[in-house]
């Protein structure tokens, strides 16, 4: 058996990407190659990606013929995937969708452009939904204490108030981008897997409900509405089918960027944990800080992600990954200091609540001795709580 010796922070990686032993769902073969890696030899060649397509396009038709106000919801950040996604949805296929969007409070102001550029050269119809700041503020910290992830109410909401809409509108067909498999094992390429109540409530909220989260942060119930998921007798009489894109199609973060930037003037920005990788991520202000906090408990940041797709997309080797794993994670971002503001706590008490949540083998490290990060050219332009 042929193992895998090379140690990045002690942590084994695939022999074929850069994936560690701490990734999400990750186990490797006998010659070192995770799981991930072997999903994605499915996708290039095995999955009959016409046929997919065919079945996309019959649900399509179907949802068209039905003459209502709009053919499908379209859950919409402003990144590249959900871009794209929309673009898709609108040019390629001809649908009118209802465009749904959960501001989380962070978008930078090069997202707001894309967001606006992108709505006004497509011509359609947004929904846009800003939550209570002082609710999101009790979440974040609340999310970051009890599992070391502070974007508890983002992804309740991003994937939560869209199904909501599809309710209360009575849009049954909700269309996202990327599907399961791409980035972990929850699903395999084989599936055609819904957006529905199990992955939201496995993957998304992180086991706790807003029920839950209510109960934590000591406020009513109502106070957490738009992080509830419809009740599956609602989704039932309006006949909810929710689809990701990515499972009918083959997706390719590279390329459908390419497309959004020629047909929308959609621009890149600067991210603190991928120097010289400037379209993944882009929306948050805050996505340094999480990709920090992923370093401190599993010993790996985005870049592993990142050159883990660029490597398997066939755009780099594994060399030239490696070699960006090694000189650009382990960063403190900028950004943090304006992150502990909101939330009203020290650094040193957000490294304590964080290091709570190492996942072995990776084993905690002093991240008073990791280098910094430069400042995002728009940091100055973010908001600030009044002292």
Same mark, same amino acid.
């Given at each position: ?80 995937? *959900?871009?794209?996604?929309? /673009?898709?949805? $609108? &040019? %390629?296929?001809? @649908?009118?969708? +209802?465009?749904?969007?959960? #501001? ?23 929904? *846009?939904?800003?939550?209570? /700041?002082?609710? $999101? &503020? %009790?979440?974040? @910290?609340?999310? +970051?204490?009890?599992?070391? #992830? ?238």
């Amino acid at each position: 058996m042929r193992l895998n010796r090379e140690k990045v922070n002690e942590l084994r990686r695939c022999t074929r990407c850069t994936l560690p032993i701490t990734w999400e769902t990750v186990y490797f073969n006998d010659d070192g190659v995770c799981n991930i890696c072997k999903n994605w030899e499915v996708k290039q060649e095995k999955i009959n990606w016409e046929e997919r397509e065919k079945v996309l396009l019959s649900i399509f038709e179907k949802e068209k013929k039905k003459k209502r106000p709009y053919d499908c919801i379209v859950p919409f950040s402003g990144g590249k995937d *959900t871009t794209f996604t929309l /673009w898709a949805v $609108v &040019k %390629k296929y001809g @649908l009118k969708p +209802l465009v749904v969007s959960f #501001d989380h409070w962070f978008y930078r102001p090069r997202t707001v452009e894309n967001r606006n550029r992108t709505f006004r050269k497509l011509g359609v119809d947004v929904i *846009t939904f800003t939550p209570n /700041w002082q609710i $999101v &503020k %009790k979440l974040m @910290l609340e999310a +970051l204490i009890r599992k070391g #992830d502070f974007c508890w109410h983002c992804h309740a909401g991003v994937f939560a108030y869209p199904m909501k809409i599809a309710v209360k509108f009575e849009i049954p067909l909700l269309i996202w981008g990327e599907g399961g498999g791409e980035y972990e094992a929850y699903f395999k390429f084989e599936d055609l897997e819904e957006t529905d109540e199990w992955k939201f409530n496995r993957r998304i909220i992180l086991g706790m409900r807003a029920e839950d989260m209510a109960g934590f942060i000591g406020v009513e119930l109502r106070d957490l509405e738009p992080y509830i998921y419809p009740p599956i007798k609602e989704l039932r009489r309006v006949g909810v089918i929710s689809i990701p894109l990515g499972k009918f199609i083959p997706w390719d973060q590279a390329s459908n960027t390419e497309i959004i930037k020629r047909e929308l003037g959609w621009q890149e920005d600067e991210i603190e944990s991928l120097p010289g990788l400037s379209f993944d991520k882009i929306e948050c202000m805050f996505e340094g800080v999480r990709d920090y906090i992923k370093y401190l408990k599993r010993g790996f940041s985005r870049m592993t992600h990142r050159t883990s797709i660029e490597i398997r997309s066939g755009r780099m080797s594994r060399q030239k990954a490696m070699e960006l794993v090694k000189k650009y994670e382990g960063r403190k971002p900028k950004s943090l200091e304006i992150f502990l503001e909101y939330l009203g706590i020290s650094e040193e008490e957000f490294n304590e609540i964080v290091l709570k949540h190492v996942i072995p083998p990776f084993k905690p490290i002093n991240p008073k001795k990791l280098p910094s990060s430069p400042k995002l050219w728009d940091q100055d332009m973010w908001f600030r709580e009044e002292k």
